[in-house]
T-cell receptor, first 111, second 116 residues
Framework: GQQVMQIPQYQHVQEGEDFTTYCNSS?????IQWYKQRPGGHPVFLIQ?????EVKKQKRLTFQFGEAKKNSSLHITATQTTDVGTYFC???????????FGTGTSLTVIP | DAGVIQSPRHEVTEMGQEVTLRCKPI?????LFWYRQTMMRGLELLIY????????DSGMPEDRFSAKMPNASFSTLKIQPSEPRDSAVYFC??????????????FGPGTRLLVL
């Protein structure tokens, strides 16, 4: 079935280091979204990527959608303790249909 | 808008009891999703509705789980009878295929269910 894989599952970084999480699908995605969930909280939408090769930035966060629309990445530059949480990607294969969530990457930032 | 509202926020019950979780989606949203989150299995989609109609319930674990959406502003997820392995955080989310928030899923705060 359709599945979105996400790696790594866990990542510990020193404050100030960079962080990247990757999402992969075996089949072409229609679009992909990224969410952040703080410990004890609920997933909160960060961004949506739709176009092949698209790159979007939000301050220290950079989101990329692969040329083949089968993979995506989230890169955080110079992590801060406020970046702590689990980052999920969620891909859809058809507009208006369900999003398939990745397993998430739990980020710990060591002060 | 108050966002997606879920109740109760916490539920502790005994095995065999019926549990009903409630969700009020954001007004105007035409999609509603029920998710379950556990450490072992991550975030799982249980069922989703479009315009109050169930579209895909393939994620519902078994017949003990049922979900309804009688109108555009209310949905329930029922577990009867509940079992300890049902302990999890249950999220409701809603989205719209219209407007600038196209397909963005807004999650409720979740219901933390513990079945003893």
């Amino acid at each position: 079935g359709q599945q979105v894989m996400q790696i790594p599952q866990y990542q510990h970084v020193q404050e100030g280091e960079d962080f990247t999480t990757y999402c992969n699908s075996s089949t072409t995605l229609s679009n992909i979204q990224w969410y952040k969930q703080r410990p004890g909280g609920h997933p909160v939408f960060l961004i949506q990527l739709v176009k092949s090769g698209e790159v979007k930035k939000q301050k220290r966060l950079t989101f990329q959608f692969g040329e083949a629309k089968k993979n995506s990445s989230l890169h955080i530059t110079a992590t801060q303790t406020t970046d702590v949480g689990t980052y999920f990607c969620a891909g859809t294969y058809h507009t208006g249909n369900q999003f398939y969530f990745g397993t998430g990457t739990s980020l710990t930032v060591i002060p | 808008d108050a966002g997606v509202i879920q109740s109760p926020r916490h539920e502790v019950t005994e095995m065999g009891q019926e549990v009903t979780l409630r969700c009020k989606p954001i007004s105007g949203h035409d999609y509603l999703f029920w998710y379950r989150q556990t450490m072992m299995r991550g975030l799982e989609l249980l069922i989703y509705f479009n315009n109050n109609v169930p579209i895909d319930d393939s994620g519902m674990p078994e017949d003990r789980f049922s979900a309804k959406m009688p109108n555009a502003s209310f949905s329930t997820l029922k577990i009867q009878p509940s079992e300890p392995r049902d302990s999890a955080v249950y999220f409701c989310a809603s989205s719209s295929t219209r407007g600038r928030d196209w397909e963005t899923q807004y999650f409720g705060p979740g219901t933390r269910l513990l079945v003893l």
